[in-house]
């Protein structure tokens, strides 16, 4: 794999989490009964930093969660030694709420839709908006964000790599290209 361009730098991510806030708040009209939930790994970043930036607008902290989706994914071989599991961590109820599910890339749409089969094992939320930092295209699935921090067209070759500070020690997006060798 080649690193192709930079799409997207420290100050362009904080401007469309930014934006991803005011819009949740928006089209939410507040924050009443809203949780986060985050697509471990980054989505969960992201989640934390989207909650943050409402709790500075709003002045009330939302719950936010870190869910792992390993174990819901339909292309994952369970038996394979190198598959690690990490741990979902949601300390709220999630009935009757509006849970705002946080990822980093959208494409296929299948781990989105891992991650709301792995909701309904935590209970029945009145709905579920999805926020993502990057659409990239390329659906596999009828899934659409509610909210998107930036529309990315890309050839299937290609690879859209999100990079944060908490796991990566920057704030970065990157777009690249499989080797054919």
Known sequence: MREKVQIMDAEDIR????????????????????????IKNRGDNLAQRIAQNLQKIEGVN??????????????VDLFDEKVVINKTDIPFEITGKRVVLVDDVLFHGRSVRAAM??????????????????????RELPIAADYVGKTIPTSRKEWVRVELVESD?????????????
């Open 117 to 138: 089969d792995a909701l309904m094992d935590f209970g029945r939320p009145a709905s579920i908006q999805l926020a993502v930092l990057i659409d990239r295209g390329h």
């Open 62 to 75: 939302i719950p936010v969660g870190a869910m792992d989706i390993t174990l819901y994914r339909d292309d």
């Open 15 to 38: 401007r469309a989490l930014m934006r991803i806030s005011h819009e949740i708040l928006e089209k939410n009209q507040g924050i009443e009964a809203l949780v986060f939930v985050g």
């Open 169 to 181: 020690g920057v704030d970065r997006a990157t777009i690249g290209e499989e080797d054919n060798q």
